[in-house]
Structure formats: structure tokens, C-alpha cells
């Protein structure tokens, strides 16, 4: 069965570092989706992509984040200047041909800030 | 604004009884209603949704939810809990009627315990 894809699991870095997460969403899915989950609190929503660029992001969704999808395959999150509250668990999510269809998600990777 | 409220924090059911896991939403227009599953150290799995049609929805592992719109609710249920049931659940509901509305807002989730 086609599932989403993460790496690195986990990702330890220093304030202030850059960080890029990746995600292979399901393949002949259109629509992706960043979201994260502080410990201990709800997921929140980043950011949604579709046709090669951003069609909604939230307000955590600052100028310090960025989405790519370099090839057709991988979507990335990156994190220009980490903060020690961007530790989150980060979840990458896909939806196929309709963003209405359910999004199915990656088993997340934990971002840790020090 | 939208909301998902998941009163309860944690719900513990005994092996074989019915399980319901509450939910309630707010949106301004039509709901778009979702629950997900997280097993501990994975991610989120889909379990049902409701888009329109019958207000009961069945979904995986004998999971089923009742759509009520007087009450704003989506509670999940299942007649006859298994241990291996016990994980958090998600409530997510989207607003159908935004059209660039992409995201999901989501409850705060409800930790299932199953006793044998």
C-alpha cells in the first residue's frame, strides 16, 4: 500500500541552524501538506501546495519557512533560522487528484531546537 | 472562526464493550468531517469521513461515526472495543464551503484505553 514517506525521523540542531525536512508524498498525489504538533498540543496546520505552489498557509507560516518540491517526487520543509519553539513533531500530509479527498500522512519527524 | 472541541481528555472502555469517543465542531458553513488514529511513535492514519449523504459513515478497523448537524457533532464509535484499539484519536473537520480552504483544524485528541 502507497504510503507517505519522511526523513530524518528525528533531527537535533542548534538555534539559529538551518533545517530541511523531507517528504515523499503518495506518488500520483497532487495536493501536500505541512503541518506540526507541539508536544503535548494540538496539530496545527503550516501550509498546502498544490501546482507548484503555496495555495494556503497559517500564521506560523512566517517568513522563516520555506516548501519546495525540487523534483517531482520529494517536498521539503525548511526552517531558515530555528527557534527553540520550532521543536515540534512535523508531519507531512498528501491528498490525491481533489483537496477534498482524505490527506494521508507520514509518520512525522521530531525536530529538536537546542 | 472554526473549532473542534474533544471534550474528553482520556476515555477508558473495557475489552468488548461499546466505545464512543465524543466530538463537536464549529464552521461557518458545511462540515467536512474527519477522524484519524495515532498509534504511539506513528503518524496520523485515517479512519472516516463524513462529506455528505448518510449521516452514519463506516470506516476502518469497524469504526463508524454519526454525523448530526442540530448538534454540531461526529462522535466515533464502535460496538465492541479491542485492546488493540487503544491509541489517541483525532477529530478534523474543513470548511467546504471556503474553496481555498485547504487546511485541516483539529480537536485536541482523545486518548482510548482499553482494558482487558
Known amino acids: 500500500e502507497p504510503e507517505v514517506t519522511q526523513t530524518p525521523s528525528h533531527q537535533v540542531t542548534q538555534m539559529g541552524q538551518e533545517v530541511i525536512l523531507r517528504c515523499v508524498p503518495i506518488s500520483n498525489h497532487l495536493y501536500f501538506y505541512w503541518y506540526r504538533q507541539i508536544l503535548g498540543q494540538k496539530v496545527e496546520f503550516l501550509v498546502s501546495?498544490?501546482?507548484?505552489?503555496?495555495?494556503?498557509k497559517s500564521e506560523i507560516f512566517d517568513d522563516q519557512f520555506s516548501v519546495e518540491r525540487p523534483d517531482g517526487s520529494n517536498f521539503t520543509l525548511k526552517i531558515r533560522s530555528t527557534k527553540l519553539e520550532d521543536s515540534a513533531m512535523y508531519f507531512c500530509?498528501?491528498?490525491?487528484?481533489?483537496?477534498?479527498?482524505?490527506?494521508?500522512f507520514g509518520p512525522g519527524t521530531r525536530l529538536t531546537v537546542l | 472562526a472554526q473549532s473542534v472541541a474533544q471534550p474528553e481528555d482520556q476515555v477508558n472502555v473495557a475489552e468488548g464493550n461499546p466505545l464512543t469517543v465524543k466530538c463537536t465542531y464549529s464552521?461557518?458553513?458545511?462540515?467536512?468531517l474527519f477522524w484519524y488514529v495515532q498509534y504511539p511513535n506513528r503518524g496520523l492514519q485515517f479512519l472516516l469521513k463524513?462529506?455528505?449523504?448518510d449521516n452514519l459513515v463506516k470506516g476502518s478497523y469497524g469504526f463508524e461515526a454519526e454525523f448530526n448537524k442540530s448538534q454540531t457533532s461526529f462522535h466515533l464509535k464502535k460496538p465492541s472495543a479491542l485492546v488493540s484499539d487503544s491509541a489517541l484519536y483525532f477529530c478534523?473537520?474543513?470548511?467546504?464551503?471556503?474553496?481555498?480552504?485547504?487546511?485541516?483544524?483539529w480537536g485536541a485528541g482523545t486518548k482510548l484505553i482499553i482494558k482487558p
Open positions: 501546495f498544490y501546482n507548484n505552489e503555496i495555495s494556503e
Open positions: 500530509a498528501s491528498s490525491g487528484f481533489s483537496s477534498y479527498n482524505e490527506q494521508f
Open positions: 478534523a473537520v474543513r470548511d467546504m464551503d471556503m474553496d481555498s480552504n485547504y487546511q485541516l483544524i
Open positions: 464552521v461557518s458553513g458545511n462540515p467536512y
Open positions: 463524513y462529506i455528505t449523504g
